[in-house]
């Protein structure tokens, strides 16, 4: 009987909701394809009450960044000296003679005697002698004729003979020629899209330089300095790579939130793992000169950037897979988008979290390798804080991921079929239908 009656209501309906719906669809999808053809973002929403909470969301997001900003603004001198550092004045050379012969220290011994012309600075033309032991494989010791080199300079009032260190090879040519390819290859294939992405690098760069970095070196919080700067990266970098739209805020909100996740997770399971933040040489190096610092901070703080890096990858694909499908089918309803979009983000994370797994693992293998050697047992080696940082970034950056792609692409389903629910009452969700001869589509999803 309910089935009998459930028939009679729909052919009782009146006979426009049965004859224009292709008419009615058709004109919505001219509607939104004008939008998508205009708008590098992708197609717009008619809905102003969304689009008020979704911006109300970020201003009070980039308000707080903007306070937590001004609150630990670097200022003052940095917690670490500089000086005691043993990073001096620097200058360019060239090495003008190189040879291999015994040792001024010991005459058994091979060393590399290195001559190198000052090519800057007051003391430019004259020369600064280095010797290395050819054993040890160290930079000075596989120098030769015409390298281009960077000196420490410990100033005038040094002996002559003491006064210039080797501080590193010049390599400042062909990095800006590989920087010069990528930017062109990114424009290249982006054109604006490109371009603005680059912007976005810049202006990432700038906030690391000008705030993260230095607040960090003044004792600022090393959990309030990261969020508040990789809020303002977030935004900046969203918007100018994809435009000012409602797709990428709703990607920006769903990026902030993930990156919240990480960090309360970041702090919790870095406490638990009871890890010092000193487990690298250049941290016990950072100790010796700046005590006052926060190690394990720190080492929160690098989660939250890196996680950044990863998760607004995720986000604009699956708010952008979500828009697309709504813009094939504007019918189709939230349950029906966020189950199409979480078969689509499952094969996402399930590569995004290996690259994860491989970048640290690059990131650590002169460690992992020692580490072979040890003789230690597996447990032994993976519970040691230098690979339990590594774990702990790893599995916590993997988490927000994970995390990232149920809640950007429900919050998406949500806000890009909440604005058509007065215009399409008759909306219909996948899972309610079966596919047909004319819409055979409805089997790609594997609803039965």
Aim: proline share 4%; aromatic share 4%.
């Amino acid at each position: 009987m309910l089935g009998a009656a459930a028939n009679l209501t729909l052919l009782a309906r009146p006979a426009v909701r049965v004859e224009t719906p292709a008419v009615a669809l058709g004109h919505q999808h001219h509607h939104h394809q004008r939008h998508y053809d205009d708008d590098l973002s992708g197609p717009e929403l008619d809905a102003p009450r969304v689009r008020r909470l979704l911006g109300g969301v970020v201003a009070v997001l980039v308000v707080a960044a903007l306070v937590g900003i001004a609150v630990w603004w670097p200022h003052g001198d940095p917690v670490v000296d500089r000086e005691a550092l043993g990073y001096g004045d620097r200058v360019d050379a060239t090495v003008t003679a190189a040879e291999i012969g015994p040792c001024s220290y010991d005459p058994e011994t091979e060393c590399n005697s290195v001559t190198a012309r000052i090519v800057e600075g007051s003391e430019a033309g004259t020369d600064a002698s280095l010797e290395a032991d050819v054993a040890t494989r160290t930079q000075v010791a596989q120098l030769e004729v015409g390298d281009d080199i960077v000196l420490n300079d410990a100033g005038p009032e040094v002996d002559a003979a003491a006064r210039y260190s080797f501080a590193d090879v010049q390599r400042r040519l062909p990095l800006v020629i590989l920087a010069v390819v990528f930017a062109a290859a990114v424009v290249a294939l982006g054109r604006l899209r490109g371009l603005l992405a680059l912007a976005g690098i810049g202006m990432t760069v700038a906030v690391l330089l000008v705030f993260v970095f230095p607040a960090l070196l003044r004792g600022a919080s090393p959990l309030g300095v990261a969020l508040a700067g990789g809020i303002v990266i977030a935004v900046s970098t969203i918007y100018l790579a994809h435009g000012v739209s409602d797709r990428t805020t709703v990607a920006l909100v769903g990026t902030i939130g993930s990156l919240l996740l990480t960090a309360a997770l970041g702090a919790a399971f870095g406490a638990a793992a009871h890890l010092s933040g000193l487990a690298s040489d250049e941290s016990v190096n950072l100790l010796a000169f700046a005590p006052e610092l926060d190690f394990r901070g720190l080492l929160l703080a690098a989660t939250i950037i890196g996680a950044l890096g990863v998760l607004d990858d995720v986000t604009i694909t699956q708010v952008s897979a979500v828009w697309e499908l709504h813009h094939s089918d504007p019918r189709v309803g939230a349950r029906g988008l966020y189950s199409a979009g979480i078969r689509i983000g499952r094969d996402h994370i399930a590569s995004t979290v290996n690259t994860l797994v491989l970048a640290y693992t690059a990131a650590a293998l002169p460690t992992l390798l020692l580490f072979t050697q040890s003789g230690l047992a597996m447990g032994e080696v993976l519970t040691t804080e230098t690979l339990a940082v590594e774990i702990v970034q790893t599995l916590v950056g993997s988490i927000g991921l994970v995390a990232s792609v149920p809640l950007t692409t429900g919050l998406a389903a949500w806000v890009v079929t909440l604005s058509g629910r007065d215009e399409q009452p008759d909306r219909l969700d996948w899972p309610t239908r079966r596919p047909t001869a004319d819409r055979p589509q409805d089997a790609f999803w594997g609803r039965q």
